[in-house]
């Protein structure tokens, strides 16, 4: 069974082999994936043999082909529906970013408490959080972002799972608990600002050796 290591690496495959087809690139070796993903070639054919894709160590692989691989293991091969609560300034952000479309992503709805922020012609419709729970079983949705101050976030985990959302992105400053059939993956922004901070000076002391 993949890690998230290997999962990590896959989508950083594929953003080089999609970089590669639109320079009409055809063919690829393992040893060109290494450099994006800063692994040794071995460590490219090691995570795709996991998958069962193989290649041709003289002719590599061909991209189009590699692309819908990754793509299906990724669950890129279709678009993957997501909601929204808490509609601050990080929800206004991912609400609004484009990215998002190239990755197979689609932002449906965002909810929240704020009855001034509720606008239902918008592109993605903001509405009242009470109707989280029949948008996501009408809708069919799988896929939820937290964006809620961190005294909310717990609640907010709860309202998801009773809705039936299984797979969780939390950018709530608090570390909510995976629970039994859900994926919750937690994204501080503040705890990755002070990561880089820190490291960065402590790299300022040792080439000063102060």
């Known amino acids: 069974m993949a890690n998230k290591g290997c999962i990590i690496r896959l989508s950083r495959y594929r953003n080089a082999l999609?970089?590669?087809k639109a320079l009409n690139f055809v063919k690829v070796f393992s040893e060109n994936l290494a450099d994006s993903a800063r692994?040794?070639?071995?460590?490219?054919?090691?995570?795709?043999?996991?998958f069962g894709i193989s290649g041709n160590r003289r002719g590599g692989y061909l991209i189009e082909e590699l692309i819908a691989k990754i793509s299906a293991i990724l669950g890129k091969d279709e678009v993957q529906r997501f909601v929204i609560v808490g509609i601050g300034n990080i929800g206004?952000?991912?609400?609004?970013?484009?990215?998002?479309?190239?990755?197979?992503?689609?932002?449906?709805a965002g909810f929240d408490i704020d009855q001034n922020k509720h606008?239902?012609?918008a592109a993605v419709p903001i509405l009242?959080?009470?109707?989280?729970?029949?948008?996501?079983?009408?809708?069919?949705i799988r896929f939820g972002i937290i964006s809620v101050p961190d005294s909310a976030a717990q609640e907010t985990?709860?309202?998801m799972l009773q809705a039936g959302?299984?797979?969780?992105?939390?950018?709530?400053?608090?570390c909510l608990k995976e629970p039994q059939n859900c994926v919750v993956r937690n994204l501080s922004l503040e705890t990755e600002l002070e990561n880089i901070i820190y490291f960065t000076v402590l790299a300022e002391k040792e080439e000063t050796g102060k």
Not at 95 to 104: A, C, I, M, R, T
Not at 165 to 174: D, E, H, T, V
């Open 92 to 108: 206004q952000a991912l609400l609004h970013y484009p990215g998002f479309k190239k990755s197979e992503i689609e932002i449906v």
């Open 18 to 20: 999609l970089r590669l």
């Open 157 to 159: 985990l709860q309202l």
């Open 39 to 50: 692994v040794t070639a071995v460590q490219v054919r090691k995570d795709f043999s996991l």
């Open 119 to 121: 606008n239902r012609q």
């Open 128 to 140: 009242p959080l009470e109707e989280l729970g029949n948008f996501v079983e009408k809708n069919k």
């Open 165 to 174: 959302i299984k797979g969780i992105l939390n950018f709530a400053p608090i």
